[in-house]
């Protein structure tokens, strides 16, 4: 049952990219990141209260730094979603998993004093061969994707797609972070909203708006799919990890995530009409199969993963 509830997750948080892709022509990145948080809020103040749990927490520095760190991935991801294909934007944001498996090759090379092995020879850190090598196939994947897909002002986009990715990774292990000193799963995801609220409300009173009118309520439809879907494809993750009892059952639902890059490239071509050549579906298979791998190697070094935010 796991398994459904991470495929089922991975298919809402692709539709939101589909909502956040028609909303963007009429909304900057800021603006949908505000009403991404507001209806967050709402929805998750509801959800904590009917659940009776509090949202008061004796961390608000952890939380301030999960949302800080979460809201410039989110907002960076928007932006890749609104300038460029969507299953190119989709697939960056996923390359966290392939960021944390190089954060722990480096910080496994950085703690490592040599020692001498029982045959006079300099033994290595324990498993940085694998982990060297799926970091390197995922940014190979990387360039075969970017190549054939971004064009002059997409240059940027992808930039930021990758940020969105790196940032993503560290929202992640603070996540895990919290998870460990037992925050439970609706006040991070609760704090996450606020946090992209107030950062979203600031960028657009300083950044370019859009007016409301008759004509813009139309399109303003459009907002509150994204904050529902966000949240309910977080919910769906956060159901799946909790009933994957096993380390076998994480480890599969860790992996059926990038689902969503599936869903996501079948949203591209079939509803925007994007063109993916073989080059490009080549680059996005490397960057699956180096997540999956990166995936079941950081099991070893982190604990049972809770779900990965958007």
Same mark, same amino acid.
């Not at 608000?60 to 999960?66: L, S, T």
């Not at 029982?118 to 994947?141: E, H, I, N």
């Given at each position: 049952m796991q398994a459904l509830w991470m495929v089922l997750g991975a298919l809402i948080f692709a539709t939101m990219g589909?909502?956040?892709?028609?909303?963007?022509?009429?909304?900057?990145?800021?603006?949908?990141?505000? +009403?991404?948080?507001?209806?967050?809020? /709402?929805?998750?103040?509801?959800?904590?209260? %009917?659940?009776?749990?509090?949202?008061?927490?004796? +961390?608000?520095?952890?939380?301030?730094?999960?949302?800080?760190? &979460?809201?410039?991935?989110? &907002?960076?991801?928007? +932006?890749?979603?609104?300038?460029?294909?969507?299953?190119?934007?989709?697939?960056?944001? +996923?390359?966290?998993? /392939?960021?944390?498996?190089?954060?722990? /090759?480096?910080?496994?090379?950085?703690?490592?004093?040599?020692?001498?092995?029982?045959?006079?020879?300099? %033994?290595?850190?324990?498993? %940085?061969?694998?982990?060297?090598?799926?970091?390197?196939?995922?940014?190979?994947?990387?360039?075969l994707m970017l190549k054939p897909t971004v064009e002059g002002s997409q240059g940027f986009a992808g930039m930021l797609g990758l940020l969105s990715g790196l940032t993503a990774a560290f929202a992640y292990m603070q996540v895990v972070a919290l998870s460990r000193i037992g925050e439970p799963e609706s006040r991070t995801v609760f704090y996450f909203a606020v946090g992209s609220a107030v950062a979203g409300g600031l960028g657009t009173l300083v950044g370019p708006s859009t007016p409301f009118d008759a004509w813009t309520w139309g399109h303003a439809a459009w907002l509150l799919p994204v904050g529902l879907l966000a949240a309910l494809g977080q919910l769906c993750m956060t159901r799946a990890y909790a009933t994957a009892k096993t380390e076998s059952g994480t480890l599969l639902v860790a992996n059926l995530q990038y689902s969503g890059i599936v869903f996501a490239a079948m949203y591209s071509v079939l509803l925007f009409g994007d063109r993916i050549d073989a080059t490009g579906w080549l680059g996005m298979a490397l960057i699956v199969a180096s997540g999956i791998a990166a995936t079941v190697l950081r099991q070893r070094s982190l604990p049972k993963a809770p779900a990965e935010e958007h």
């Open positions: 589909v909502c956040v892709k028609f909303a963007s022509a009429w909304f900057s990145s800021a603006e949908l990141v505000f +009403y991404r948080g507001l209806i967050g809020i /709402v929805f998750l103040w509801i959800l904590a209260r %009917q659940r009776g749990v509090t949202l008061a927490t004796r +961390y608000p520095g952890m939380h301030a730094w999960r949302s800080l760190i &979460g809201v410039v991935s989110l &907002g960076a991801w928007f +932006y890749a979603i609104a300038h460029m294909p969507l299953a190119t934007a989709m697939t960056l944001n +996923y390359m966290s998993s /392939v960021w944390i498996a190089a954060f722990l /090759v480096g910080g496994a090379l950085l703690a490592w004093v040599p020692v001498p092995g029982r045959d006079g020879r300099t %033994q290595r850190p324990p498993l %940085q061969g694998p982990l060297v090598l799926t970091v390197l196939v995922g940014f190979g994947g990387v360039v």
